[in-house]
């Protein structure tokens, strides 16, 4: 019997079945095509969190504001619906507490006037993305490093973090504090507090706004000492072991330092 040909039977697949295997192929394949369509996605992604950063100053531009901030809801609601349409168990992505962060995303981008005051969290779109497989498996491909890969997850922690309390910090106290007129002076603020150099030029009022102070103050030394971390400790390769499952290991590494078995890690020559 002569063998039908692939594509007859890529014809013949229902249009729901055809649609999720192109999409598939978009946002997990490994052809040029497939590649290139996610940097695109991912320049969007990053125009879009530019956009979240600059809207505390661009939220005067009125209605022109609004428009933008729908055309962005529709992109997003877009990109996580492709997803979970090509995703293998609707389930197991739903508990993924990245898709949760996107989900509240879009909610304020749906609805402005009744989220209005938590619009600064809509920053932490550029965690979920640099934290994302999809991130990794596009540009982390070409740096299969894990010193790389923690240092981008540490800064991108840190940067979401100052940007995320400056929002809180505008939100809340603008106009409520004496020296604090606009989104400025909010980053101006936060730098100043988790840095803990403490001008004192601007200070937040009553205890709430001491207790604010004090978690910007703890929180961004932790992201700055784990970002130091991360710029000083020793090379490593990622390589599990499937012994012990152990993931990471020294470049130059003959036996697993958990269970001393025999390792072949790979060398590609770079140093």
Not at 51 to 63: D, M, Q, V, Y
Not at 80 to 86: D, I, P, S, T
Not at 127 to 140: E, K
């Amino acid at each position: 019997m002569t063998p039908r040909d692939p594509s007859d039977l890529e014809a013949h697949k229902p249009d729901g079945l055809r649609l999720r295997a192109r999409l598939r192929a978009l946002y997990h394949g490994s052809s040029q095509t497939a590649v290139r369509f996610r940097f695109g996605v991912l320049f969007i992604d990053l125009l879009i969190v530019a956009f979240f950063i600059a809207a505390p100053l661009l939220r005067e531009g009125g209605i022109v504001f609004y428009i933008v901030d729908y055309v962005i809801a529709a992109l997003l609601a877009l990109d996580l619906a492709a997803r979970a349409y090509c995703h293998s168990n609707l389930k197991d992505w739903l508990r993924k507490p990245i898709v949760w962060v996107d989900l509240f995303i879009l909610a304020t981008l749906l609805f402005p006037a009744w989220l209005f005051n938590l619009g600064f969290l809509r920053v932490l779109r550029l965690w979920t993305l640099v934290n994302s497989d999809f991130f990794w498996r596009t540009v982390g491909r070409r740096y299969d490093d894990t010193r790389v890969e923690d240092q981008v997850k540490a800064l991108t922690a840190l940067v979401t973090f100052i940007f995320v309390a400056t929002g809180f910090v505008y939100t809340s106290f603008v106009g409520r504090s004496e020296g604090m007129s606009g989104y400025i002076d909010a980053l101006y603020f936060t730098v100043t507090s988790l840095t803990t150099t403490g001008y004192g030029d601007i200070l937040l009022p009553g205890d709430w706004g001491r207790i604010v102070s004090i978690i910007i103050m703890l929180t961004g030394v932790t992201l700055f000492v784990r970002l130091g971390q991360t710029l000083l400790r020793p090379h490593k390769v990622r390589f599990p072991c499937d012994q012990c499952g152990l993931q990471v290991h020294d470049p130059d590494a003959v036996h697993c330092k958990a269970c001393g078995k025999l390792l072949c890690i790979p060398d590609d020559g770079r140093s």
